[in-house]
């Protein structure tokens, strides 16, 4: 019996995400197909050993814990633009309109103070982002 016929198939259902993943796979080798891609991966699949999928499961939840930091900082910096936003159109109301009302001022200034905090929390953060791309990228390196 020829071993190289193609008889038997396989299907499989994925989400949009995996298959997004699996278009960059295809793309990476260079393959035109689907078929072609799952054959080569199954080619390539006894040169992957276990410890080699494990670097990979760790690369992995490392992408993911970055991936949520960077969400994180991302989000947090876009609420404090808002928040100098507000302050500067209150500024601006309260120096056309009022600028004697000290209750507006005193608030102006409670707010900047909070969003200088923030600031601070966002320095660190970003701090905290860069010493661990550094650690990842010098562990991964000397795996």
Known sequence: MNTNIK?????VRLSDTEMKNFEA????LNEK?????????VQLAPLVGKQSQEQV?????????????????LWDSSNVTKNLNEIAHAANIA????PA???TWNWIIQQLKEIFLSINQLNQI??????????RL??????
């Open 126 to 135: 970003g701090e905290q982002t860069k010493k661990f791309l550094k650690e």
């Open 101 to 103: 009302n000290e209750d």
């Open 7 to 11: 008889r038997n198939m396989i299907q």
């Open 25 to 28: 796979i295809k793309s990476t």
């Open 33 to 41: 197909t689907n078929a072609a891609t799952l054959r080569e991966l």
């Open 95 to 98: 120096k056309n309109n009022d």
């Open 138 to 143: 010098e562990n991964n390196g000397n795996s």
């Open 57 to 73: 499961k760790h690369l992995l939840n490392t992408y993911d814990d970055l991936e949520a930091k960077v969400s994180a900082l």
